[in-house]
């Protein structure tokens, strides 16, 4: 119990900060395709009998250590050329799930409230559409509260379904900032990935955790998918295969996702101070020693001297509310003064 | 609320196995956890090979240009550094003589980042301190000092003879023995598989050879003696071993007696099994006789603060729902929209949800929703937190119900 308490002035000596702290994450095709169990049969990925999307985890989901990294699925908007196309598998959910992402992340437009459509540039103005993708719905585990803009990239293989990355594109979104190169959406901030010989590949809903991949990226691609007996481009791939399929393509052709998370840390940081006159006694018992004070070593002219170990946050009642421990003795005499900075992280 | 969660160690062949969990091989790594015998904070990098860093050409200068190595290189953390004194926790430090630290966080100017790792992992680590009170003279030019050979050991001591009111084997010394002389088995127990201490009464240590169970040490008094309880018969039987520090989470273990009735083991400095020789192997970069085993067990003792609340919703209240299926399908929600005018259908109706029990009959209406999430509001209506049922639970106009909603701090 102390004896004096020593006021903190809430306009002086109390600092609110943030931090921002970053994590790497790198994901690669190993994991995603072929190294737990056999292609498209992989351990981690886990496939849902409503066939409307697919889970990646970072291990066989059958163990409790594996953690679940992103989920995978397709979609074409009903004003796409392969809608109604004939031969279609899983349609309507291929429509329900674009609209559905661009309701959650784009909104409506126009008096008729219609859904508005994925856009390759940060217009929305209706032009350059991107009617069929793939999304990459990340995990909020991997991307904490946001991910950090201009540190997206993917690398897929575009080349033949037997050696896809003997071609590779990569998309970046360099050209974002927290300063700019963004679109603000009822989905959050999103960028374009882009690359300068490629063009746009893509965009990426930073607080969402959402990448959407346009199909174009494989307009070129003969095989884009290809079971041993049919080979089909990504838009026959589209209408004829089911979602998991076109997820195992897109699986199939991953070659890197890397990008920097961001959590923001809020801290209220109280600055303790200690002037030369204070805090140069302990009531710690061992400080007195046949009521003397020990360090003083028998000599009563000598200085007091105290460690400071412990600082405690008192209210206004005087009622302990937190600690905060120091990770070595500071030494106190009245020689010197001290500002020890408690910071509390919430 | 109070709880004492249970702890199990097992250490064989310089492995730990915590709560007889095995260590599990991936395609990557032999040990996917890389916390070999305990816990792993965030349990992130699973099954990990490779690196993560960042470009080093000018460590002063790091940028977050990233490179990778490996097929499955692990995620890192990093801060860019700024002018707030913020940080990762403190990098090691380099002690000398008179105590400096040197943090590279510190030394960094402003601007580039630093990272740091995971896998953060916590176990339990054993450390010999053989004649634990030694010391070593270091002389540089004509000024020498002495320097504690085990500063764990000298770290403890005035704890332990604070203890020594619970117990005299506490004592660092007392006319039967120094502890400064003896030889010291640390066990260290991190605080997050104990919380506030450990339990009394709860610690057992099992030593064993070849599978038989050669001693047990337990804490029968609950005064933090380890006194030797089995099995009958035994050498050293109903001796003190040693002693257990509840509150800081140590086990002190000074038993020197041979369990292994005089036939020789590899115990590393020793041939002798003792108590002294527990746990050996246990992250202490140690090998010791495969024929050796050791169990060690115990219950901590947390205390979560529990705040309960109390959510009515009384007859007649709560009875109306804003989702939209709520109200019959295909039903004119504006009456009346123009430029001067914006009148609501009023007559929209409710669906009617009242289940009936034959076929082909409807059951009259009834006003009942399924509550199936309460939420929390401030005085500024800002909503602070949402409890959600297991189970939509029905509400009938006519009915009380009371929810009660736990939030552990």
Excluded at chain 1, 244 to 253: E, L
Aim: charged share 20%; aromatic share 10%.
């Amino acid at each position: 119990m102390p004896i004096n308490y020593e006021v903190i002035n809430p306009n002086t000596d109390v600092a609110t900060t943030k931090t921002l702290l970053h994590e790497v994450i790198p994901l690669t095709g190993t994991i995603v395709s072929g190294t737990y169990g056999t292609f498209p049969n992989d351990d981690n990925v886990k496939n849902y009998s409503h066939g409307m999307f697919q889970s990646v985890y970072d291990y066989p989901y059958l163990s409790s250590s594996a953690n679940h990294i992103f989920d995978l699925t397709v979609g074409f908007d009903e004003s796409s050329p392969l809608s109604g196309a004939a031969g279609s598998v899983q349609e309507t959910k291929k429509i329900n799930m674009y609209n559905q992402f661009s309701q959650v992340l784009l909104g409506y437009t126009g008096s008729a409230n219609t859904v508005r459509l994925f856009e390759s540039d940060l217009t929305l103005d209706g032009s350059d559409p991107m009617k069929e993708v793939v999304f990459v719905n990340f995990s909020r585990l991997l991307t904490k509260d946001q991910i950090k803009k201009g540190s997206m990239s993917i690398t897929v293989g575009t080349a033949s379904w037997a050696a896809p990355f003997a071609g590779t594109k990569t998309f970046t979104d360099s050209a974002a900032s927290n300063t700019g190169g963004t679109l603000n959406t009822v989905g959050g901030d999103y960028g374009v990935l882009s690359s300068s010989a490629d063009g746009v590949g893509g965009i990426v809903f930073y607080q969402a955790g959402m990448m959407v991949l346009t199909s174009s990226i494989w307009a070129g691609t003969t095989d884009f998918f290809d079971d041993g007996s049919t080979q089909r481009t990504i838009d026959e791939q589209l209408v004829s295969g089911s979602i998991s399929g076109s997820a195992d393509a897109f699986r199939h052709r991953m070659q890197n996702i890397q990008f920097n998370n961001t959590t923001e840390i809020n801290s209220t940081v109280y600055f303790c101070r200690a002037s030369h006159n204070k805090f140069n006694y302990s009531n710690n018992p061992t400080y007195l020693n046949e009521s003397t004070i020990r360090v003083k070593n028998g000599n009563p002219t000598n200085p007091p001297i105290s460690y400071i170990t412990t600082i405690g946050l008192y209210n206004s009642s005087n009622e302990l509310l937190a600690v905060a421990k120091l990770s070595e003795p500071l030494r106190k005499d009245p020689t010197n003064e001290l500002t020890l900075r408690v910071r509390l992280d919430y | 609320m109070r709880a004492n969660p249970h702890s199990n160690f097992l250490i064989y062949s310089s492995s730990v196995y915590y709560d007889h969990r095995p260590i599990e091989s991936g395609s990557f790594s032999d040990d996917i956890l890389s916390a070999s015998g305990g816990i792993s904070l965030f349990e992130y990098n699973i099954d990990k090979q490779g690196t993560t860093g960042f470009d080093e050409s000018d460590p002063t200068q790091r940028t977050e240009k990233v490179e990778t190595t490996g097929l499955n290189p692990p995620i890192i953390p990093y801060v860019n550094k700024g002018s707030n004194k913020q940080f990762l926790k403190a990098s090691p430090r380099t002690r000398e003589k008179i105590q400096t630290v040197s943090d590279d966080y510190v030394l960094m100017s402003q601007g580039p980042l630093t990272g740091s790792s995971y896998s953060m992992s916590a176990s339990i680590t054993r450390e010999l301190m053989e004649t634990a009170g030694g010391k070593t003279t270091n002389t540089v030019g004509a000024s020498s000092w002495e320097v504690p050979n085990y500063r764990h050991y000298y770290s403890l001591r005035n704890s332990l003879d604070f203890y020594s009111t619970r117990s005299p084997h506490y004592a660092v010394s007392n006319p039967d023995w120094n502890k400064d002389e003896q030889d010291i088995n640390l066990i260290s127990v991190p605080k997050i598989f104990y919380g506030t201490r450990i339990k009394p009464g709860s610690l057992s240590l099992k030593f064993y050879i070849t599978g038989t169970l050669v001693g047990e040490l337990q804490d029968t008094k609950y005064n933090g003696e380890l006194v030797q309880v089995g099995p009958e018969g035994s050498t050293g039987s109903g001796s003190v071993a040693g002693v257990a520090m509840y509150e800081e989470g140590f086990v002190l273990l000074t038993g020197s007696w041979d369990l292994t009735e005089g036939v020789a083991y590899d115990f590393d400095s020793s041939t002798t099994g003792s108590w002294t020789r527990f746990a050996c192997g246990a992250n202490d970069s140690v090998n010791c006789s495969t024929s050796a085993s050791f169990d060690f067990s115990f219950k901590g003792h947390t205390e979560t603060q529990v705040l309960t609340m109390f959510a009515h919703a009384r007859r007649g209240e709560v009875n109306y729902s804003n989702n939209p299926t709520f109200l019959e399908y295909g039903q004119r929600k504006v009456e009346i929209s123009s430029s001067n005018l914006y009148i609501e259908n009023d007559k929209q109706k409710i669906k009617n949800t009242v289940s009936s029990s034959y076929a082909g009959f409807d059951a009259p209406f009834e006003r009942q929703v399924y509550i199936s999430r309460i939420a929390l509001y401030d005085d500024d209506k800002k909503l602070i937190g949402i409890a959600t049922l297991s189970n939509p639970v029905l509400k009938k106009e006519a009915q009380d119900l009371s929810f009660k909603l736990k939030l552990d701090i």
